[in-house]
DNA sequence: TATGAATGAGGGTTCATTCAT
DNA sequence: CATGAATGAACCCTCATTCAT
């Protein structure tokens, strides 16, 4: 890669960057395009030269976040010796949450954006090819000696009862706060799975 | 109620239902005031008499709407000679998942601004008393012969639960239809309610 | 006068009260017709039956206030003893000075909108009738055993140079404050009065 | 200096120059941004690049254009071979008086605008650099052979004399002409240096 | 590639004035 | 006489986008 192509790179990321940081704390609407350029330190028009729009970058954080958080975790489960399934999958809850938890403007930003079709097509079935392999997370569920129902409706269900009572709970502390609803939304997961067992 | 008095509640409701269609067919950062007192018939400082600003409208709205789709799901409820507490719930819960899904704009509408804080404050505990008693639907689960750990969180959960995965199931049919996915939402309903007994 | 009547110049001079305060609080621009009726709580169709619109209030309340500062002055002037027309006249500005600075929202109001074309007409030449006659002023040079070579020129340089003055120095202790700037003045009025004597 | 710097130049140069036009023919308050640009041939985006608002210009012109008419007095004064103190004072006044008398809108605007706080900070304390060194006028006082109790006061009342007088008398006649009023004015101008001699 | 001056449509908001009651 | 809901022109200002350099 030559300087030329580093230097691309370079001002590619910081817009990137700065532009997360922007969406996370002022959020899409206030941030605008002068914001992104000025923090980041390049030219207005350069902005045009890498993406079509606010709206377009936005798009791009999203699933690059998004994979990230799941590799963290990924990562973490495959250092323990965890071998029963729902011990498993409230692992990847847990720390998944855990990160939330310590990075709320990354809880905002992603769970404004992150639908479920963003979800399966960008994460699970994910061509990037840059970073870990997200079937993974998909995969423990179909290589597990117990089978399910629909593992894709299991998972989905798993994703939206964790991701949307996180979000209450952690930002606001309403109903009550994330380490003490910790174990009921565990509680509810091995349900979830138990009541799916085929 | 004099017809000055008339004449200005049909103003008011003209711009609040011009602004819950704009809402909700081009979002809320896309509806400009000019769109809602144009399409409504009044002039632009007539919507400064009733609305401080675009997001004054938007929480009233919320509240109402909300509001009136528990009426709706609460009157039925009265109707049935149900009794069991979790059938009860996952009539409610059906109701209210048939009631989004005849009409999606509403399920865009509230799911995008309705958080459990607005829920809890503005409904549950609505001191408006214009319209049906929402502690009732608290009530139900207080009222019961059995007894939860925390009635708030269950209810909590399984609120969140329904109304994140009806979403991304009605609008886009992923992972599947909401027909075919109703019967593992009740399932886990009554699975997390089994598991919160006290 | 009727009950009715009276009630009428009520309104108007709270109409006139409210304006006062307002202009010399917020400034005329800023203040709205919807501030002065709002706080004189009268209607706001009812200003227009009284005035035609902010212009017209402030001319009114000019001539009012003007005319009531060189009353006061002029009152204070008939008790004391003093004969010589110098000591009179600086008395007359003392006395004045030390009611601008003694309420600098009259001091910015007068400042900024008299004129000399205004105080010549509507105080000394008044045909208003209701208060003191201020020819009095005027006529105390030309009743004096000194003569001018042009009373009027005399008078408007004394009065536009202690206005202007005292502007600068009451509001801003500009360059020096007030109590320190006034032997200056009072200085500079014997200067000018003794080489306009004919 | 390159063209676009140029263009930037003359992009500003006509802002202010239609500015200032307006604001003497309409008033500040009637002119509008829209006016300015659209009688400078700008769009109303390029305003904002120059100027925060309608004040800022404002305050900018005012300095300038003060800045303009001393430089102007100072250097015919140079050009003089008058010697005598009050000769040179009165010399400027005569100078900048008729500078008024020319340009009816220069008076307006300067008179409305012009505060003796920004004059002192603003032109004889200047640290603009691109003009004359208009401490010289200050200066002139302090190098005379005479003395005086406190020449800033002594400055000051001349010009608060002077602007104040000028304003009614050029813009309205009143109460006498400036040509016949100036004997007046130069006679008060003397009697108020000798009465502050040291 | 990279720049940033220039654009101008369109945003939210204000407020003097009217007129039916 | 008094009211105040309604008006709508006009305000200031923002900002995504372009394009000559």
Redesign the pocket.
Same mark, same amino acid.
């Given at each position: 890669m030559g300087k030329i192509d580093l230097?691309?790179k370079k #001002?590619r990321e910081a817009l990137l960057n700065t532009a997360f940081d922007l969406f996370t704390t002022q959020g899409l609407h206030k941030t605008?395009?002068?914001n992104i350029v000025e923090t980041a330190g390049?030219?207005?028009?350069?902005f045009?030269?890498y993406f079509k729009? #606010?709206y377009d970058i936005r798009n791009k954080l999203i699933a690059h976040k998004a994979r990230y958080i799941f590799s963290i975790a990924d990562e973490a489960l495959s250092k323990t010796d965890l071998t029963e399934l729902d011990d498993r999958i409230i692992f990847l809850a847990d720390n998944i949450i855990e990160q939330f938890n310590a990075d709320r403007s990354l809880l905002v930003f992603i769970s404004k954006n992150l639908s479920w079709g963003i979800f399966k097509n960008e994460l699970i079935y994910s061509g990037d090819g840059s970073d870990i392999d997200f079937y993974n997370i998909y995969a423990i569920l179909e290589n597990s000696p117990k089978t399910f129902k629909n593992p894709e409706v299991l998972l989905f269900m798993i994703v939206e009862l964790v991701s949307s009572t996180c979000y209450s709970s952690i930002l606001y502390n309403e109903p009550i706060g994330i380490e003490e609803l910790k174990p009921y939304i565990f509680d509810a997961i091995r349900q979830i799975m138990k009541s799916q067992e085929a």
């Amino acid at each position: 890669m030559g300087k030329i192509d580093l230097n691309k790179k370079k #001002k590619r990321e910081a817009l990137l960057n700065t532009a997360f940081d922007l969406f996370t704390t002022q959020g899409l609407h206030k941030t605008t395009i002068n914001n992104i350029v000025e923090t980041a330190g390049v030219a207005k028009g350069t902005f045009y030269l890498y993406f079509k729009d #606010k709206y377009d970058i936005r798009n791009k954080l999203i699933a690059h976040k998004a994979r990230y958080i799941f590799s963290i975790a990924d990562e973490a489960l495959s250092k323990t010796d965890l071998t029963e399934l729902d011990d498993r999958i409230i692992f990847l809850a847990d720390n998944i949450i855990e990160q939330f938890n310590a990075d709320r403007s990354l809880l905002v930003f992603i769970s404004k954006n992150l639908s479920w079709g963003i979800f399966k097509n960008e994460l699970i079935y994910s061509g990037d090819g840059s970073d870990i392999d997200f079937y993974n997370i998909y995969a423990i569920l179909e290589n597990s000696p117990k089978t399910f129902k629909n593992p894709e409706v299991l998972l989905f269900m798993i994703v939206e009862l964790v991701s949307s009572t996180c979000y209450s709970s952690i930002l606001y502390n309403e109903p009550i706060g994330i380490e003490e609803l910790k174990p009921y939304i565990f509680d509810a997961i091995r349900q979830i799975m138990k009541s799916q067992e085929a």
